[in-house]
């Protein structure tokens, strides 16, 4: 069965979510391998192989902290070489992307990005995407050179496939590019303790009618009684209220949670570039007419205000 | 020494637009409006910035597209770019990244370069992957995604705001750097600056001029192939309430129907 090459993407050693849901889709269009870089790669090689790798290439190098996207580009292509991969998987990430892009060009193939799911097809991966602010929805496959895709996080579930798994170390001879960007510092974002905004099963939204940074604790409150991630709207982060990490929408994140709900959120098309495609869609406006309301499961026309904290305290009574 | 700043950047549909696939599969141009991605508008205003504190720069703005791109290099140089360069070829319709990032490194390497300067995505496609595009290509350094930038004795520094970590990164020119919507409010061009944009050189150039075969573009060249595109059924109406004191309950009433509670 063909291998397919799979981007691991970690905090040293520790697999995040988006990575075994790549494994779910690399199975199905042939046998996965994974490709661990940096601080810790060893140590993800049991999460990888409960969920489905046949082999963990690993490489370590100061050069993947210290120095821009480019290592690993170096890296993963001496990984294709070793390989031969019938495709190459990557997370969608904003650096995964990048790494992605780069390594197409060099191996001479198209790239695929921010698909939605992929399929196995008579010639090659069929991967979905959404265009145009998810109001379309579209398949696609590379027409030259190994399929490179990549693919956003909640796009297919999590299971258990245990397979080898076994440890390889990867020879990596970085290029003369790859220590062209230096990081001169990084000052590691402070945890907040709640889910990632991109992975989240669940995320609660403040908008413009939250009117001010001190109110995004009721939002908080809700997120935290769901154990949800926080997003924001544009109009919420341009403001000031929230941080530009938390922004959901065209110029910020694109989330595809289980649950989304927005509050204050009037939905203009920017905003439901980035949400859209959410399973289910709940919203809580004063505004009868605000356009989010077109597209919710359940909606809410009230003072958010008054709905929320009520919300918040009905799901601890409910969960006890 | 001049500073020759290149800003790509793409022209777009109108997002508040009707905006459909035509039958080719491509992007239906002819029925919404375009403009200048907004996200470039950023990229213009960080060259501007740029050149300002540089001794001597010229910002060159450069766009692969149709004819009505022209009105993007117009924005733009209305905003201040010194000049621009439209590539324009009827074998260019249909192209993808990987093809535009060709053309356009094409296009770079002739017009002549120290910086160039993206958008971090187009507000059509949206993937964001032309800026690492054009750094692989070119064979310079990537200094992407960046939140604050500065130029000084051949050091391109600015901050990068990743998920987990803000990052200070650090290259030397010749670079590409691409600028969040996070790097500073784009300016509104001045009257005088629309009036002046009519006068600045536009320079049209097509795949003859850059050495370029048209069956490295084009549909037909491209590296991905799009089989079909279906637009999304319209959602069924959900259930809308009115609060009258209860709105909250009644919401945690349907959360917990849907087994998220």
């Known amino acids: 069965m063909a291998e397919v090459l799979v981007y691991v993407d970690h905090v040293d050693g520790a697999v995040r979510k988006p990575t075994l849901e790549l494994l779910t889709l690399a199975r199905r269009i042939g046998e996965p391998v994974a490709v661990a870089l940096g601080s810790g790669a060893e140590n993800t090689a049991a999460a990888l192989a409960e969920h489905g790798a046949v082999k963990v290439l690993t490489h370590d190098a100061a050069e993947y902290a210290d120095y821009l996207?480019?290592?690993?580009?170096?890296?993963?292509?001496?990984?294709?070489k070793a390989v031969s991969p019938a495709a190459v998987l990557v997370p969608s990430s904003a650096e995964g992307k990048e790494i992605a892009a780069r390594l197409a060009?060099?191996?001479?193939?198209?790239?695929?990005t921010d698909a939605t799911d992929i399929e196995a097809g008579d010639e090659g991966p069929v991967a979905t995407q959404s265009a145009f602010a998810a109001?379309?929805?579209?398949?696609?496959?590379?027409?030259?050179?190994?399929?490179?895709?990549?693919?956003?996080?909640?796009?297919?579930?999590?299971?258990?496939?245990?397979?080898?798994?076994?440890?390889?170390?990867?020879?990596?001879?970085f290029s003369e590019k790859a220590t062209g960007t230096k990081v001169t510092a990084r000052t590691p974002r402070e945890s907040t303790g709640r889910p990632e905004l991109t992975e989240a099963a669940i995320v609660v939204s403040g908008g413009r009618g939250v009117n001010g940074a001190e109110n995004f604790s009721i939002i908080e409150g809700l997120a935290d009684s769901l154990g949800a991630a926080v997003g924001a709207s544009r109009a919420a982060v341009?403001?000031?209220?929230?941080?530009?990490?938390?922004?959901?929408?065209?110029?910020?994140?694109?989330?595809?949670?289980?649950?989304?709900?927005?509050?204050?959120?009037?939905?203009?098309?920017?905003?439901?570039?980035?949400m859209q495609t959410s399973k289910t869609i709940v919203a809580i406006n004063k505004d009868a007419e605000a356009p989010i309301f077109d597209l919710v499961d359940y909606g809410v026309v009230g003072d958010l205000f008054e709905v929320v904290p009520q919300l918040t305290e009905e799901i601890k009574s409910r969960k006890g | 020494m001049s500073l020759r700043i290149v800003v790509t950047v793409k022209y777009v549909p109108d997002a508040t637009g009707d905006r459909h696939f035509?039958?080719?599969?491509?992007?239906?141009?002819?029925?919404?409006?375009?403009?200048?991605?907004?996200?470039?508008?950023?990229?213009?205003?960080?060259?501007?910035?740029?050149?300002d504190e540089a001794?001597?720069?010229?910002?060159?703005?450069?766009?692969?597209?149709?004819?009505?791109?022209?009105?993007?290099?117009?924005?733009?140089?209305?905003?201040?770019?010194?000049?621009?360069?439209?590539v324009e070829d009827d074998d260019l319709h249909g192209t993808d990244a990987i093809g535009t990032s060709l053309v356009l490194a094409k296009a770079i390497e002739k017009a002549g370069y120290d910086l160039v300067i993206s958008g971090m995505a187009s507000t059509d496609g949206t993937a964001g992957i032309v800026p690492a595009l054009l750094a692989e290509r070119l064979g310079v350094p990537q200094v992407t995604l960046l939140s604050e930038v500065s130029v000084e004795d051949g050091v391109v520094k600015g901050r990068r705001d990743g998920d987990s970590a803000s990052e200070q990164l650090e290259a030397s020119l010749p670079a590409v750097v691409s600028v969040?919507?996070?790097?500073?409010?784009?300016?509104?061009?001045?009257?005088?600056?629309?009036?002046?944009?009519?006068?600045?050189?536009?320079?049209?150039?097509?795949?003859?001029?850059?050495?370029?075969?048209?069956?490295?573009?084009?549909?037909?060249?491209?590296?991905?192939?799009?089989?079909s595109a279906t637009e999304r059924p319209a959602r069924t109406a959900g259930t809308i309430v009115k609060d009258e004191g209860e709105g909250g309950k009644q919401l945690a009433e349907f959360l917990a129907g849907q087994k998220f509670i």
């Open chain 1, 69 to 80: 996207v480019v290592p690993k580009v170096d890296a993963l292509q001496a990984a294709y």
């Open chain 1, 105 to 112: 060009v060099r191996i001479g193939s198209g790239i695929i």
């Open chain 1, 135 to 173: 109001s379309f929805t579209t398949k696609s496959r590379v027409s030259k050179g190994t399929p490179v895709i990549t693919v956003k996080p909640n796009s297919a579930p999590v299971e258990a496939a245990p397979a080898a798994g076994a440890v390889e170390a990867l020879a990596v001879s």
């Open chain 1, 238 to 274: 341009d403001a000031g209220w929230y941080p530009h990490t938390n922004q959901v929408g065209q110029t910020g994140k694109s989330v595809s949670p289980q649950l989304y709900i927005a509050s204050g959120i009037s939905g203009a098309i920017q905003h439901r570039a980035g």
């Open chain 2, 22 to 51: 035509a039958d080719d599969l491509t992007v239906d141009r002819d029925d919404v409006d375009g403009l200048l991605s907004e996200l470039d508008e950023y990229a213009v205003e960080q060259a501007l910035q740029i050149a």
């Open chain 2, 55 to 86: 001794d001597d720069a010229e910002i060159t703005v450069l766009t692969v597209g149709p004819e009505d791109a022209k009105d993007a290099l117009r924005k733009a140089l209305s905003m201040g770019a010194d000049k621009a360069i439209h």
């Open chain 2, 180 to 227: 969040t919507d996070q790097s500073g409010e784009a300016r509104y061009p001045s009257f005088k600056g629309i009036m002046a944009a009519k006068k600045k050189p536009v320079e049209s150039w097509d795949l003859e001029d850059l050495e370029l075969d048209a069956d490295e573009v084009g549909l037909e060249g491209a590296w991905t192939k799009v089989d």
